[in-house]
């Protein structure tokens, strides 16, 4: 690519640059307009897009298109379609209506639906989303769908989200009247995902049947040489890494996506990309496009992006950070301490909603972040725990403190002054103060939240976070709106509320125990597992919430409930019958070849030279016979422990018996064959160690 990036920067998206130069005056307006007040779009409208679309799609050499949408698998799902109709004359005519735009019907039987739809009632439907914008890949022109069943219960990630989105801009424009911002019409959440993966060599991934099963290593001793020396982070960029970021980046600008920083991480072989953020739902799209793009750039480098969240024991896992702010339609960031005391206070106001939300709503953001992955992450001493807290950095915690309390805040502002809204001090713009261990940071103007994995949709946080958020400002508007005094019902009202959720601020260490045990003491929840996790989203309150700002029915609820899980039990379920065969297919035969070479070769010395000790041979393979037996009962066991746990039964249930049985039996087995590994001799391994895997780019 010999071009400047801004000149081909958003080339591949069909955004609004495109759509002024391919759509008359007329049809842009009242695209826009369907766009801003979110409606349906009018049937003429979408045939003149539809046109505009195609005409430029084929400008650019594209021959199919393919409604593209988010199932509950986590990725993305297309069907392709030419453009190619028959004409009379035997030709081929170039066709993309407006209804073939609006909407497509993808057989759907074979997508997680959480017993929503029977396989007898397979459709299901795709409709254009128009507010996220429609791209071009791999010669396919893509437009981004929202996916439901033929009843109408919403079957894919995206949609909650879009509904969320709809539901906090109307409550916090409720909150921006009472501030007399009459002028705004439309208030939207912002999201910057810094994504965290792993690259390796693909000629090693191809000996692990674990990776490319699992997407993780499922035995493997620590090697030498792990993350001790701190020597990766933020270090000199291999030329192979630097060369598959350079044309990843590439990839990114045409799709328009905002990449902007590319590092080295903390475990070797371990890197972020960081975007720059952009509305929730392109981030979204953009999220995925990302992570579908690094698997293919990788691919073709020779290379494989691992996005699981914890490919490799004893080094750091990969996570995702979520930054979440909310800002009004002409980009005002209301998260953004403001200039003068009346934005201040509207400022203190949202971040008391968030604080609210964040305590009230803890449970639902656990399950926002559970998987079956990210399991082995959260609450290991690398990850944000599974306790939620927030950091609030200690000037904005004083400042909230002082009006709680009604004292004088270390920052010299007396109580009094802090207590009428009108004079409250100056905030810190920049707060510098980081806390890297923190689950849900404050972060100067933004919120940081940092429990989602690596291979997540960053749909599912968001529409919680949007839904517990509207929540909040919901009911900060509704006593607000009754009031006369505004100013004094806010003071408060912004008191009343912190003086309740304080509990959930935390500036300390969070991976230390002593937070375990006062976390305990201030009554947070420590889920730490999906299992423990999920049941919270079935709950009464859950359902309430969802239902009452119609983000989710109580069916798509119990739907997404028994997707997660049933998720979770297949990933375990596959994970031991990976080990299972891999055990007994390669580690048990190596174990058991390299026992008898040194039996031989011991015997064939002992010929030769009759007073040989031969005490390495002889405890070597005394020891490794030992561990032959445990490793081979070791993997009935968990042979037995599957089987059982196919028995049939009430999710969670299994589930449940999947944490409780199952991984424990497979802890089991692989600490018996890495003690096995480490006396081997190396070739006699029979697939990759972590030495080679972590060092291999
Ligand atoms: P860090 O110090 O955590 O590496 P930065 O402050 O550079 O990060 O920002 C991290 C991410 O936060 C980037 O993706 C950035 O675009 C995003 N971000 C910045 N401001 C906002 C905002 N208002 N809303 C959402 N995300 C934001
Ligand atoms: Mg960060």
């Given at each position: 690519m010999t071009e400047r990036v801004d000149q081909y920067f958003g080339c591949s998206v069909f955004g609004d640059r495109m759509m002024r130069e391919y759509l008359n005056k007329e049809t842009y307006r009242e695209l826009k307009q369907t766009i801003r007040e979110g409606k349906e779009l009018d049937i003429s409208i979408a045939n003149q897009v539809a046109h505009a679309m195609k005409e430029w799609a084929l400008s650019k050499g594209v021959t199919h298109f393919t409604h593209w949408f988010q199932p509950m698998t986590g990725i993305t799902a297309e069907k392709h379609e030419s453009f190619i109709s028959p004409a009379k004359d035997g030709s081929a005519l170039l066709e993309f209506s407006g209804k073939e735009l609006i909407k497509g019907e993808p057989d759907a039987s074979s997508f997680p639906s959480g017993g929503l739809r029977a396989t007898f009632e397979a459709r299901g439907y795709t409709a254009w989303d128009p507010s996220s914008y429609a791209f071009i890949k791999e010669n396919t022109l893509c437009i981004p769908t929202a996916f439901c069943s033929y009843s109408g219960e919403v079957l894919d990630k995206k949609t909650p989200l879009l509904r969320s989105m709809e539901v906090i801009s109307t409550q916090a424009l409720r909150i921006l009247k009472l501030f007399g911002k009459t002028e705004v019409k439309r208030v939207v959440t912002t999201v910057g995902p810094e994504q965290e993966y792993f690259l390796i060599d693909k000629s090693l991934y191809l000996k692990r049947k674990d990776l490319i099963h699992t997407g993780r290593t499922l035995l493997g001793a620590r090697p030498?040489?792990?993350?001790?020396?701190?020597?990766?982070?933020?270090g000199n960029l291999k030329s192979r890494v630097s060369s598959f970021m350079r044309e990843l980046d590439e990839e990114l600008w045409k799709l328009g996506i905002l990449a902007k920083t590319e590092h080295n991480e903390v475990a070797p072989s371990q890197h972020e990309l960081a975007p720059i953020f952009t509305t929730s739902n392109l981030a979204v799209d953009h999220n995925q496009l990302t992570m579908e793009m690094m698997k293919k750039i990788a691919d073709k480098h020779g290379l494989v992006c691992l996005l699981h969240?914890?490919?490799?024991?004893?080094v750091n896992g990969s996570g995702k950070h979520n930054n979440w702010s909310i800002s009004t339609d002409a980009g005002v960031n209301l998260l953004e301490p403001g200039d003068n005391p009346k934005d201040n206070a509207q400022f203190l106001l949202f971040l008391v909603a968030v604080i609210a939300a964040v305590d009230e709503y803890q449970d639902l953001l656990r399950v926002s972040v559970a998987s079956a992955g990210n399991d082995h992450r959260l609450g290991a001493n690398e990850a944000p725990p599974a306790i939620v807290s927030m950091f609030l950095g200690e000037e904005l915690t004083n400042i909230l403190d002082s009006l709680a309390d009604g004292t004088d805040c270390p920052c010299k502002a007396p109580s009094s002054m802090l207590l009428g809204?009108?004079?409250?001090p100056p905030l810190p713009k920049d707060s510098t103060d980081r806390n890297r261990t923190s689950p849900f940071a404050f972060t100067g103007n933004k919120f940081e939240f940092r429990m989602l994995g690596s291979s997540f949709s960053v749909s599912g946080p968001n529409f919680v976070l949007n839904t517990i958020i509207a929540d909040k400002l919901s009911q900060f508007a509704d006593s607000l709106e009754m009031e006369n005094d505004f100013s004094c019902a806010l003071s408060k009202l912004v008191k009343e509320t912190y003086q309740k959720h304080r509990r959930i601020v935390f500036n300390g260490n969070n991976y230390a125990q002593a937070w375990v045990e006062e976390a305990h003491r201030r009554g947070l929840?420590?889920?730490?597992?999906t299992v423990d996790a999920l049941p919270a989203f079935i709950s009464k309150k859950s359902i309430d919430l969802f239902s009452k700002f119609n983000v989710l029915s109580e069916t798509e609820i119990h739907s997404r409930y028994e997707i997660v899980l049933e998720n979770y039990c297949k990933t375990i379920n596959i994970e031991a019958l990976t080990m299972t065969d891999m055990i007994r297919k390669q580690i048990l035969p190596a174990i058991s070849a390299f026992s008898g070479e040194l039996a031989r070769s011991a015997q064939d010395k002992l010929a030769l030279v009759p007073a040989l000790s031969l005490s390495y041979e002889k405890n070597t393979v005394t020891e490794l016979s030992r561990l032959t037996d445990s490793l081979a009962s070791a993997v009935a066991e968990l042979e037995r422990k599957v089987v059982d746990a196919r028995m049939p039964g009430e999710v969670l249930q299994v589930s449940r018996y999947y944490h409780d049985q199952v991984l424990p039996a497979m802890a089991e087995v692989r600490s018996i064959s890495d003690t096995a590994e480490l006396l081997m001799g190396e070739q006699y391994y029979p697939i990759p160690t972590y030495e080679h895997l972590l060092y291999s780019v």
């Open positions: 030498p040489k792990g993350q001790e020396l701190e020597d990766h982070y933020f969240e914890k490919p490799f024991a004893g809204v009108n004079l409250l929840s420590n889920l730490k597992s």
